[in-house]
C-alpha cells in the first residue's frame, strides 16, 4: 500500500494569486524552491491490487492526477466541505467514465448535506449509461469512529477539531492522512496508535491559526504518537522547504506534491 500526495499546499495553493508583478504571491517561501510550488490538498490511497482511494476533490484535481499519472480512481473520501477540499467534484465526471459507474463516494452526513446544497446535479438518479455527461456519485455516509473497507483497503475514519467544523481523519494500514486539523481528542490518538507515517496539516510555523496546527502543536503530538516518520502538509505561506530542510527534527519533513511514502 502506498500514499501519494498529489497537493500539499493550503487553500490558496502556492503561489497564491498576486504579487508584485502578477506572476504569484509567495509569502516567505523561496520563489526558486520547486518543491515550495504547492497545489490544494489531496492524497491518493493505491493497494498493491492497484486501486485507488482518493482523499478530496479539491480545484486542482485534474492536473494532480495527470501528474502523478494516476490512471482511475475506484472510490473517493470526503474529509469536509470546504472549497480546497471539494471544489474539483466536477472532475468526477471523468471518473465515472474511465470506471464506468457512479463513484462510490464516502462522506459524513453534514458533508453530504453541504454536497448536495453545492452540487445538487450530481445527486440526480443516473440513468444515463455510461456516457457521463455530469458526475455522479453513490454516496455511503460514514461517521466516526469507523472502520470501513473502500476499495480493498481498511479505512479507519476518526473526528478532528478543525475549529469552526469537525473533519475526517483517515488511517489506512501504518499511514495516517490528517489534513485540516487544530486539535486531536483522544479518540484521534487511540486511532493514531502505532502509526507508522503521520501525514498531519501544519499551516503554520509559529503563528496561532483558528483552524491549522502550527509547527509546536503538530511537534507536541508527534512526542506522544512517536511515528517513525511524520510528513507536515497543508502548507502556508511561512513553510519554507529550505528553512524546514535546516531547521525540522530529525523524522519531521515537509510534503511536496508528487512525494510517494508506502508503509505495510
Ligand atoms: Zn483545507
Known sequence: ???????????????????????????????????????????????????????????????????????????????????????????IRILNRILGAPMPAYAAQ??????????????????????????VLETHVIEPPQVVDIAGLDVRVFRQDHGYISTLGVRVGGIAYCTDVKRLDEAAFLALEGVEVFVVDCFTRVEEHPSHANLAQVLAWVERIRPRRTILTHLGPSMDWGWAARSLPAGVELAYDGMVVGAG
Open 110 to 135: 453534514a458533508v453530504w448535506a453541504e454536497l448536495r446544497q453545492r452540487f445538487d446535479y450530481a445527486f440526480k438518479p443516473w440513468a444515463g449509461g455510461a456516457n457521463f455527461f455530469r458526475p
Open 1 to 91: 500500500m502506498r500514499l501519494t500526495i498529489l497537493g500539499c499546499g493550503g487553500s490558496e495553493g502556492c503561489p497564491q494569486i498576486g504579487g508584485a508583478d502578477g506572476a504569484g504571491d509567495w509569502g516567505e517561501l523561496d520563489s526558486a524552491e520547486a518543491r515550495n510550488v504547492r497545489t490544494r490538498p489531496s492524497v491518493v490511497f493505491s493497494s498493491e491490487q492497484g486501486r485507488h482511494l482518493l482523499v478530496d476533490t479539491g480545484p486542482d484535481l485534474r492536473t494532480q492526477l495527470v501528474a502523478n499519472r494516476v490512471p482511475r480512481i475506484d472510490s473517493v473520501i470526503y474529509t469536509h466541505a470546504h472549497a480546497d477540499h471539494i471544489a474539483g467534484l466536477d472532475e
